[in-house]
């Protein structure tokens, strides 16, 4: 099918054909099923469906825009996992989850329910802009895929490496997703307006751009919000993907500090994220802080490329430039 999308352009959605109708069930991704709560707040809704196999018109207006967005967002999520990580689906199983978009009243979150195995989208407020991006979509199918594997839980230091791992998948499924309407970056939510000034809702090359978040490990990482805390972990997964200082990067300019001041140099995102990902499913738990991610990191890198390669030394520098295990 074809989808018109608000924030991704005229985009193709693989869709199912059942008599005279079609709907947004991907039959390629273990049909992932895009429904629409049509301001409810409760039940799964109804699948969203049509006689002409064309989605939206790119205006939020049109309650299908909302759908064709999610639904490609949850079909590039999927594509990242099975073609950079092998992993078939949320679960490895290659069972799809759910998107639910148009939830409530303008609502102005989204989220992840490991219970109903499904994702859902508020439309937002004043401005109208439902969260339905690439980033928000891998932000919270990632929260599917951590339920599955680390289960970090979901307070105090484990609780921030839980966000930050949305966040450093949601930032790696946007730059593998090559969309020329909205390119890969190192932002979190930059397409939703969620603050209504055109400013994004985080930063991973210095955190505390948001007035809130963390740039680097204190004693205080266990007891702020989860979303404040990861931001130790998306700085540290910045710099070990792009390096300390200034550069620009599909057309925004970043500058990332370093707690000891020492340079860090990047080891590229496919990396970076091949490293989170094997640290992930292989050595966090429950109960990982930071000082175990430190660990865990270190354990993945020499895995995949040994104790004495660059992409180790950039795992232990990029720890220390957020003052972790120093
Ligand atoms: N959008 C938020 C998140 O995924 C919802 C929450 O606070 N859990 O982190
Ligand atoms: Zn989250
Ligand atoms: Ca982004």
Redesign the pocket.
């Known amino acids: 099918g074809t989808g018109n999308t608000q924030y991704s352009g005229q985009v193709t959605l693989t869709t199912q054909q059942s008599g005279s109708q079609y709907t947004l069930t991907d039959t390629a991704r273990g049909n992932h099923q895009t429904r629409n709560l049509n301001r409810s707040t409760s039940g799964s809704g109804t699948l969203f469906s049509g006689p002409d196999d064309v989605w939206g018109n790119g205006q939020p207006t049109n309650l299908e825009t909302a759908g064709a967005d999610a639904h490609y967002g949850a079909a590039l999520t999927w594509d990242y996992y099975k073609g950079v990580h092998g992993r078939n689906g949320i679960r490895n199983d290659g069972r799809g989850a759910s998107s639910r978009v148009h939830y409530g009243n303008n609502y102005v979150?989204?989220?992840?329910q490991d219970s109903c195995f499904c994702m859902t989208y508020g439309d937002g407020s004043g401005n109208r802009k439902p969260l339905t991006s690439i980033d928000v979509a891998a932000?919270?199918m990632t929260?599917g895929v951590t339920a599955a594997t680390g289960n970090m839980q979901y307070r105090g230091e484990p609780g921030g490496l839980n966000?930050a791992t949305?966040d450093i998948f949601a930032a790696a499924v946007e730059f593998n997703a090559k969309n020329p309407s909205d390119v890969g970056d190192y932002l979190v939510g930059e397409k939703i307006d969620i603050r209504g000034n055109g400013t994004p809702l985080r930063y991973m090359d210095k955190p505390s751009k948001d007035g809130s978040s963390l740039d680097y490990w204190s004693s205080r990482a266990g007891s702020v919000d989860v979303?404040y805390s990861s931001g130790i972990a998306n700085h540290f997964f910045y710099l070990l993907s792009e390096g300390s200082g200034q550069k620009t990067i599909n057309g925004v300019t970043y500058d990332s500090p370093t707690y000891d001041n020492k340079p860090v140099t990047g080891i590229g995102i496919d990396k970076a994220a091949k490293i989170w990902f094997r640290a992930l499913t292989t050595k966090f738990n429950t109960t990982t802080n930071y000082a175990a991610a430190r660990t865990g990191t270190l354990a993945a890198a020499g895995e995949l490329y040994g104790t004495s390669s660059p992409e180790y030394t950039a795992v232990a520098n990029a720890w220390a430039a957020v003052n972790v295990g120093t």
């Not at 979150?109 to 992840?112: G, K, L, Q, R, Y």
């Open positions: 979150n989204a989220f992840w932000h919270e929260h966000e949305s979303h």
